[in-house]
């Protein structure tokens, strides 16, 4: 009874198609890493993605290939995130990664890993025809102050302008969103 209940509040918090954490899973993760954050000093980074010209892959290749897509990308970024690292699906092809405890300095790294594992992503469409996928985001280290609040929208809509530039100047590119 006890495991059922675990397993629906698990369910509640998940996006049910990729496996990532939903909207709501991944806001808990957010205040739970900035409360930590602020007891602590603790730095966090977060990064958000959004896949490109995904709409033609489901105009050309269909839903399902589509689907498939969403679900490698969130198996591929696992295999470069740390287990203790979340990933949020926040709408269609648009994704959040929170990293806690990745130091500014590693940042670009991790960013760059994560573009090339999706370059490497190997989906195929029905007909066994590769589909070859980029994605565009930006990224932002946060340390969390005593007495500071700093919502997930916020964070969201600071890394989404920045994300529409990486569009704008051609996709495939992540960009430093640092002020
Ligand atoms: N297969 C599939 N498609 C989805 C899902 N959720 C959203 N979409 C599709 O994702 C597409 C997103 O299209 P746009 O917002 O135009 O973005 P885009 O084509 O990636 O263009 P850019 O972001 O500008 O590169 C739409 O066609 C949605 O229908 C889903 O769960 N599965």
């Known amino acids: 009874m006890v495991k059922q209940s675990e397993e629906q509040a698990r369910l509640a918090l998940t996006d049910p198609l990729t496996g990532a954490e939903n909207r709501r899973g991944f806001e808990r993760a957010y205040q739970r890493e900035w409360s930590r954050g602020q007891r602590q000093y603790h730095v966090f980074a977060m990064v958000l993605l959004d896949l490109d010209h995904f709409k033609r892959v489901n105009d050309v290749h269909g839903h399902g ?7 490698t990308l969130c198996r591929t970024l696992k295999s470069v995130m740390r287990p203790t690292d979340h990933i949020g699906r926040l709408g269609g092809e648009e994704f959040a990664l929170l990293l806690p405890g ?3 300095d590693q940042l670009r790294a991790v960013v760059e890993r994560v573009q090339q594992a999706i370059h490497a992503m190997n989906v195929h469409n029905d007909l066994q025809q590769p589909v070859p996928m980029t994605a565009s985001g930006s990224f932002v280290s946060i340390t969390p102050r005593p007495h500071q609040n700093l919502e997930l929208g916020q964070v969201i809509d600071h890394l989404d302008s920045y994300l529409y530039q990486a569009k704008r100047n051609g996709r495939d590119s992540f960009i430093s969103a640092e002020q």
Do not use: I
């Open 102 to 104: 990745c130091q500014p």
């Open 65 to 71: 290939t589509g689907d498939r897509v969403l679900k």
